[in-house]
């Protein structure tokens, strides 16, 4: 039989040192649960990436590491947003082990799921959606807003997994090709399934977050849409283009109707009207060069190839999986 996969599960944190003593032992207990049912590796850890953190994140994640060897983090310099956080996490993942599975640190996401996730990847599939079942437990305008806007990425042809959010496995194969995804404007669950391979998706119910409060305001939530739907698709400017020709056949027929009325000698009466043509077409105009300027905008932040996060700190000193399996080894003796 193969060797069994070794998993890291990776877990970012802002700001949750309320929760972070209820989850930890959660995903610890969990790990521990999937070695002994041999579907992975004794070498398996928990890796918590600490995105900025203003309160004791990441002195309560130095301190379980020091307790429990299981446990690794890594801490950027500053708060670089959830999507960076789990990429720099899956990045660093990616070389020491087989598999990784992204979740939210705050435990909405059952963690019961994992087993299924394994599972799957076990029968072959490179990367495993864990999708909701079930919105219950969100809040009715998080719930609709949520669901609105996959269906409008999907209308607008980027493909995202429904109600799947960011609580994944992904096989470590299959992070050596994202690897190569250099874009600077990062969303995730839309972009795994451009890399490709084998993937399937597993159910389960979320939960309410076990402690702190959300880190998505309505004003990220819009800022994460947008930024979904201009690094997937390009489509919002065809759109325009079409409303474009669309408006201007639509002058010229204005224009002709025009000249016919004035050889009719009919007055031409209602500015009005026409005062409302104007302002209308102004408006579109307005937010059609908004939405450019967006996708301008964006290719100048990718121009400038900056790094989308910097790890300032890790609690390990020698990275590497034959280091941890040296200090097992040790450990052993
Ligand atoms: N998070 C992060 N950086 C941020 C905001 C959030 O790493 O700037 C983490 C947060 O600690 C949590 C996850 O991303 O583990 C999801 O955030 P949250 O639960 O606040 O979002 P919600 O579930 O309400 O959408
Ligand atoms: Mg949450």
């Not at 000698?265 to 005062?275: D, E």
Request: aromatic fraction near 10%; hydrophobic fraction near 40%; include cysteine.
């Amino acid at each position: 039989m193969a060797a069994k996969p070794i998993l890291w599960m990776v877990i970012p944190c802002y700001n949750e040192e309320e929760v972070l003593p209820v989850t930890a032992p959660m995903f610890l207990g969990k790990l521990d649960a999937l070695v002994k049912s041999g579907r992975v590796s004794a070498s398996s850890r928990v890796l918590f990436v600490n995105d900025g953190s203003k309160d004791r994140t990441w002195g309560l994640i130095t301190e379980l590491s020091r307790k429990d060897p299981r446990v690794l983090g890594i801490c950027l310099s500053r708060n670089r947003g959830h999507q960076n956080a789990v990429l720099a996490g899956l990045m660093e993942a990616m070389d020491r082990c087989d598999i990784t599975i992204s979740i939210d640190c705050d435990g909405q996401d059952d963690v019961n799921a994992m087993d299924e996730m394994v599972d799957a990847y076990l029968d072959g599939c490179e990367v495993v959606y864990g999708v909701r079942a079930k919105r219950d437990t969100d809040t009715w305008f998080k719930r609709t807003t949520a669901q609105g806007f996959y269906k409008l990425l999907n209308g607008l042809g980027a493909e995202v997994v429904y109600n799947h959010a960011d609580y994944r496995l992904v096989s470590s194969l299959v992070l050596r090709h994202f690897a190569d995804f250099g874009e600077v404007n990062i969303f995730l669950r839309g972009m795994f399934p451009l890399v490709g391979f084998k993937s399937t998706c597993v159910y389960y119910d979320r939960a309410e977050r076990l402690a702190g409060k959300s880190h998505y305001p309505l004003s990220k939530m819009l800022g994460l849409a947008f930024n979904g739907i201009t690094s997937l698709s390009v489509k919002p400017i065809s759109i325009i283009t079409g409303m474009g020709i669309f408006f201007s056949a639509l002058g010229v027929l204005g224009t002709l109707w025009a000249i016919i009325q004035v050889f009719l000698r009919h007055t031409v009466h209602g500015w009005a009207s026409l005062f409302c043509v104007v302002c209308l077409l102004g408006g579109i105009q307005l937010i059609s060069l908004g939405v450019i300027g967006q996708y301008v905008g964006k290719t100048y932040m990718e121009s400038k190839r900056r790094p989308r996060y910097i790890i300032s700190e890790r609690t390990w000193s020698k990275p590497g999986r034959r280091w941890i399996e040296e200090r097992e080894a040790e450990n052993k003796k």
